[in-house]
């Protein structure tokens, strides 16, 4: 098993052009904190090992959530930058999907992507 989350916070806490976007450091692991009108919040939804040679997993295929919350306004740039640095990281996108919350009145872009690496000591 991998970790790529802290990698995954790190790089989207590096994009300036997001950051920009969002009125500060606002990305969270799981959950964010309450009053907050732009956030990103990013979760790993599966991790599993994909490969393996002489009975030892060698590859693991990590899926991650990114989500774009904000409130009274469009979700797509902040989404844009999201999806540059992903790409980036060498993370396909698999679905994107377009919501609205209804009980708290914010929109909320649910991005998913899918990245293969090599496991330490594989």
Do not use: C
């Not at 052009?17 to 309450?34: M, N, S, T």
């Not at 599993?48 to 979700?75: G, I, L, P, R, Y």
């Amino acid at each position: 098993m991998i970790n790529v989350k802290p990698e995954v916070l790190a790089a989207l806490e590096e994009n300036t052009d997001l950051l920009a976007l969002l009125g500060g450091p606002h990305i969270y692991q799981l959950k964010a904190p309450e009053g907050l009108d732009k956030y990103i919040t990013l979760f790993e939804l599966t991790n599993f090992d994909s490969a393996w040679a002489d009975n030892t997993a060698f590859m693991a295929e990590v899926h991650v959530q990114v989500d774009v919350w904000v409130k009274a306004a469009s979700t797509s740039p902040i989404a844009a930058e999201v999806d540059k640095t992903m790409k980036y990281l060498g993370f396909k996108r698999t679905s994107s999907a377009d919501l609205y919350e209804d009980d708290t009145g914010i929109y909320h872009k649910a991005l998913r992507y899918v990245t293969e690496r090599e496991v330490e000591g594989g």
